[in-house]
């Protein structure tokens, strides 16, 4: 301690201590720059958030309205129930190219009727109308065969280029570039617009309506979908719920500790980080190849979900078992209680809000998962609603994120709303159930 | 007898055994149920669970095993001359159950009687058009040792169902009486229900192993199929990848694996900087109520399902990039490539890069701080070289796992990757990847015989490898370099 005094007087500093120095400058300059590189990086997250939520909601709000036209048909007889005695079969013989004529011809009447002038040849003035609209018109004759013979107000669905072109996406300029519409045409459809013969509005069939082929785009809806993944998250619930809760009371309050629990511990933890693709290939290999349950059914997708959702759920249920201080146990088997009865009376109830919370996250991973869903035929063009459980579970369907990945391999630029406006309801589903499992953690959460 | 009428009878049965089980033993107490050994619940409990659990679990393996069973004596009777014109054992398997799905179909429609469709001869009645006729579609002529094949396959499916009725049923009402028998007030009801409900608890545990065993198994079995048909050497070090169904494909891993790397590694770039960024400022600098808005913010990120992080790659991503950036440099004109993937996948591991990090700083001591605080270091400086260091093995880890679910992830590069396998070094390139490939080549009809569809179950097992050999790293990193302070 002698050498500090020893040598010459302290040096005195240079300046006041109120002054900075150019070190201490740098310093405050380096803390400064840190700072805002974090507030960047948190700014950055938050902006591409917002930037993701408004890219999907600007490209698929649109999906939700649609355009009809309103004209009156004549369901001539003639054309449509040749035989005239009103047999349902009979009718049924007509198939939907026997009501595209009858159906254009009412249109190109109705606009004539209406005093607007086009230089359309007729094809280009059924073109307006979609696809779809005949078949629409045949379920329709066929459900009430009555119809035939009268005269009917129908509201139908336009071409998806004509739709586009009142949504703002497509324009006169693109339409001259276009092989399947003409200026011509939405010049027309501007004229019945403005006559109200054409309007765009709140389209339930998108939600309703099962999907369309790839030049229908303005018919193609989400309700195979729905039911679809509505159907997984049954099987889901009723597998994975059960079996995780029993494998974490297991592993949490009776698993002695040896290797074989260690080995299903680490096991556990593994699971939940397998990339999902490979669920896939074990449920083509498995569920699909091994145990020949059908391609593209529900049940299948339930199960492979299952076997993902199941880590979620463990690690959950076994937080909030562990969360229930040990003094109830103690409590209850003080009082003489067995251990099952002290676990399942007492400590499973406490843990039960924990356990629902993780339960429904896991849920909500399982509804937007894509890629395994892929591998095992869900990709497949399915028309027709699955029947209702258990036997539906077995039928084809499609579901929620892999129909927003199917409609993305299509031509027509229209899907591009559609899959957006899907990944909207998909959205509004999980938002939905995030609100429900944060109100519960809310609610009932109990702090020891 | 359908399958949810058995269950249900099962059910019932149990039902009744659980009444009847605590009658009996309030019985035998005279009424007095503090005579008993347990509680009454328990003794009904007891016969409902000797009447369900059996016969169910008998269910369940007789539906596993009958299919194989059936499957190989069908087998048996299809001639090799036939397998051999169709090409693969298999897909005469496929056509007999076509058949027999199509006469249980024509029966439930009514078109056919169950005699007609036993005594169904090829020389007599044209199958395919009959089976046309109710809208069962079949792909060519059904030969005769086909419909025989089908004919008996679905006669031993009757009788094995038949059998499998009466045996579960039987079995369930043995449990039944078996259980009612035993039920005196000397029986020990409590314990043997509690040791019943430990094996399921215990069976239900060891699931998560099957699981495993299950992914294993099923592409190591696959797997040792396709490298019986393509070499291992080419597959694991050649570098074209030229799939083509008519024989002779190039199925080389390199060009996808350096797919996979290249986006990784882009996604890295941008989510750990950002991450630990964000991070380091929740954890140091953010107030309490920024943390409030911010955090959760961040948090949705992760919640997001990956397909929607697709489609922004595909309709604003990779059409900004490719605008913006590739068009303008002359460095392609492509809007899905190996930039906008990663990019996207950057922004879906923001999050989790951030959530663990926050954890492991926050897991540092006040006392570490204090220390440099009171040594005159700034808070940057403090971050820097006390909280980060301390950090260290954990922010590794973090690092490591987000690196893992990169490498799995398969929707976003899907859509924003691309599909032609390239090995170039432009970043905005088409490029692509294992998990695409998987994808590609096993989506659709897929024959599963050939290299082309099993080349899939090699690139899974060597996606899972290289996933789980992450994972365990990360894992061992933490477990092993972290400072323990208390």
């Not at chain 1, 074990?282 to 880590?311: E, H, K, Y």
């Given at each position: ?6 040598g ?5 500093p ?9 070190r ?15 507030l ?10 917002i ?8 490209n ?6 649609q ?8 369901l ?30 009412a ?5 004539d009727?209406?005093g ?18 005949p ?7 066929l ?16 071409n ?7 949504k ?8 001259e ?45 989400l ?13 889901v ?14 592993l ?57 959702t ?5 690690i ?20 003489g ?12 109830p ?5 356990i ?17 869903l ?7 063009f ?8 258990l ?24 899907f591009?709303?559609?899959a ?17 499992a ?10 020891w | ?27 035998s107490a005279g ?18 669970i ?8 008998v269910m369940?393996v ?5 299919p ?9 009777m299809i ?17 007999v ?6 006469l ?13 469709a ?21 792909g ?5 040792e ?24 039987a079995?369930a ?12 007030r000397e029986f ?7 040791v ?8 239900a545990?060891t ?30 070090f ?16 390199i ?8 986006v ?12 630990l ?46 605008d ?10 492509s809007?899905?490539?190996v ?6 996948m ?13 954890d492991i700083i926050?897991?540092v ?22 909280i ?21 992830e ?5 859509l ?5 396998a ?14 695409v ?11 599963f ?16 490898v290289l ?20």
């Amino acid at each position: 301690m002698t050498d500090a005094t020893a040598g010459s007087a302290p040096r005195t500093p240079a300046r006041s201590l109120f002054a900075e120095d150019a070190r201490t400058k740098r310093r405050n300059r380096a803390e400064a720059r840190f700072r805002a590189y974090g507030l960047a990086a948190v700014v950055i997250g938050i902006l591409a958030l917002i930037m993701l939520l408004i890219s999907i909601l600007s490209n698929g709000l649109s999906s939700f309205r649609q355009t009809y036209v309103t004209f009156p048909v004549e369901l001539a007889e003639a054309r449509l129930d040749p035989q005239g005695n009103r047999n349902p079969e009979e009718i049924a013989a007509v198939t939907t190219f026997g009501y595209l004529p009858v159906m254009a011809m009412a249109f190109i009447e109705h606009v004539d009727a209406m005093g607007i002038e086009h230089d359309l040849s007729p094809q280009e003035m059924a073109a307006m109308i979609s696809g779809e609209a005949p078949a629409q018109l045949r379920a329709m004759v066929l459900a009430n065969p009555d119809l035939v013979g009268q005269t009917v107000t129908l509201e139908m669905l336009v071409n998806g280029r004509i739709d586009g072109y009142f949504k703002g996406r497509v324009t006169m300029a693109s339409a001259e570039r276009d092989n399947n519409v003409t200026p011509g045409q939405l010049v027309l459809a501007q004229a019945l617009a403005d006559a109200g013969a054409m309007e765009t509005r709140f389209n339930w069939n998108f939600i309703t309506a099962p999907d369309a082929s790839g030049q229908r785009p303005e018919a193609a809806g989400l309700g195979v979908a729905i039911i679809g993944s509505f159907y997984m998250m049954l099987v889901v619930l009723a597998l994975a719920l059960p079996i995780g809760v029993a494998a974490s009371i297991y592993l949490e309050e009776f698993a002695p500790k040896n290797r074989l629990t260690d080995i299903i511990e680490v096991n556990i933890s593994n699971l939940a980080a397998v990339p999902s693709i490979v669920f896939g290939i074990l449920g083509l290999a498995i569920f699909i190849n091994f145990a020949g349950l059908p391609q593209s059914a529900p049940i299948v997708g339930g199960l492979v979900l299952t076997l993902m959702t199941l880590p979620t759920i463990i690690i959950a249920t076994r937080a909030s078992l562990r969360a229930v201080p040990p003094s109830i146990r103690e409590a209850a088997l003080g009082v003489g209680a067995s251990k099952m009865q002290a676990v399942f009376h007492h400590v499973l109830p406490l843990a039960a809000p924990g356990i629902l919370t993780g339960t429904i996250i896991g849920l909500a991973q399982a509804l937007g998962e894509t890629a395994p869903l892929l591998l095992i035929g869900m990709v497949a063009f399915v028309r027709e609603y699955p029947a209702a459980p258990l036997d539906g579970l077995f039928d084809p369907a499609s579901a929620l994120p892999v129909q927003v990945y199917n409609w993305t391999q299509r031509s027509d630029p229209a899907f591009v709303e559609r899959a957006s406006g899907a990944i909207i309801v998909l959205l509004v589903f999980l938002v939905f159930m995030n609100a429900v499992a944060i109100m519960l953690r809310r609610r009932f959460e109990r702090r020891w | 007898m359908p399958l949810l009428w058995i269950i249900v009878i099962v059910l019932l049965l149990g039902a009744a055994g659980f009444v009847l089980g605590r009658q009996r033993a309030v019985a035998s107490a005279g009424g007095d149920a503090r005579i008993l050994h347990s509680l009454p619940n328990y003794y009904g409990t007891n016969v409902l669970i000797l009447s369900v659990v059996p016969a169910l679990l008998v269910m369940a393996v007789w539906l596993i095993i009958q299919p194989m069973v059936i499957e190989s004596r069908v087998t048996g009777m299809i001639p090799e001359a036939a397998i051999e014109e169709a090409g693969s054992r298999s897909l005469v398997m496929s056509d007999v159950r076509r058949v027999a799905d199509g006469l249980d179909t024509a029966i439930a429609a009514g078109a056919l009687t169950p005699e007609q469709a036993r005594g169904m001869r090829t020389e007599l009645t044209d199958v395919r058009a009959r089976l046309g006729e109710i809208g069962v579609a079949l792909g060519g002529e059904v030969s005769s040792e086909v419909l025989a094949a089908a004919q008996s396959y679905r006669g031993l499916k009757r009788s094995g169902n038949l059998m499998m009725t009466v045996a579960v049923l039987a079995l369930a009402a043995l449990g039944l009486a078996y259980g009612y028998i035993r039920t005196n007030r000397e029986f020990r009801a409590r314990n043997a229900v509690e040791v019943a409900i430990l094996a399921i608890l215990m069976l239900a545990s060891t699931i998560a192993i099957l699981t495993t065993v299950g992914i294993v198994f099923s592409m190591l079995f696959e797997t040792f199929n396709f490298f019986e048909l393509y070499p291992w050497r080419e597959f694991f070090f050649g570098l074209e990848w030229r799939p083509s169904f008519e024989g002779g494909s190039d199925l080389g891993l390199i060009p996808l694996l350096w797919g996979t790397l290249y986006v990784s590694v882009i996604a890295l770039l941008v989510s750990v900087p950002i991450g630990l960024f964000a991070a380091i400022y929740m954890a140091e600098y953010a107030g309490k109520r920024m943390r409030a808005v911010a955090k959760p913010l961040l948090e949705i990120l992760a919640g997001i399902p990956t397909i929607v992080y697709g489609l922004f790659a595909l309709i604003t991503v990779g059409p900004l990039l490719r605008d913006y950036f590739a068009a303008p440099l002359g460095l392609g004109s492509s809007s899905s490539s190996v930039m906008t993937a990663g990019v996207v996948m950057g922004i879906m591991l923001i999050p989790f890069v951030s959530s663990l990090s926050d954890d492991i700083i926050n897991a540092v001591p006040q006392s570490l701080r204090d220390g440099s605080y009171g040594l005159g270091a700034t808070q940057s400086e403090t971050v820097r070289q006390v909280i980060l260091p301390a950090a260290l093995p954990g922010i590794v880890g973090a690092v490591l796992l987000a690196a893992s679910r990169a490498i799995g992830e398969t929707m976003i590069v899907v859509l924003g990757a691309g599909a032609a396998a390239a090995l170039s070094l432009n970043p905005f390139e088409a490029m692509t990847t294992v998990t695409v490939k998987i994808v590609g080549q096993l989506t659709g009809d897929t024959d599963f015989s050939s290299p082309e569809a099993l080349v899939a179950f090699a690139l899974g097992l060597t996606l899972f490898v290289l996933t789980l050999g992450l994972n365990v790293l990360a894992l061992y990193i933490v477990r092993k370099y972290r400072e323990q302070y208390e």
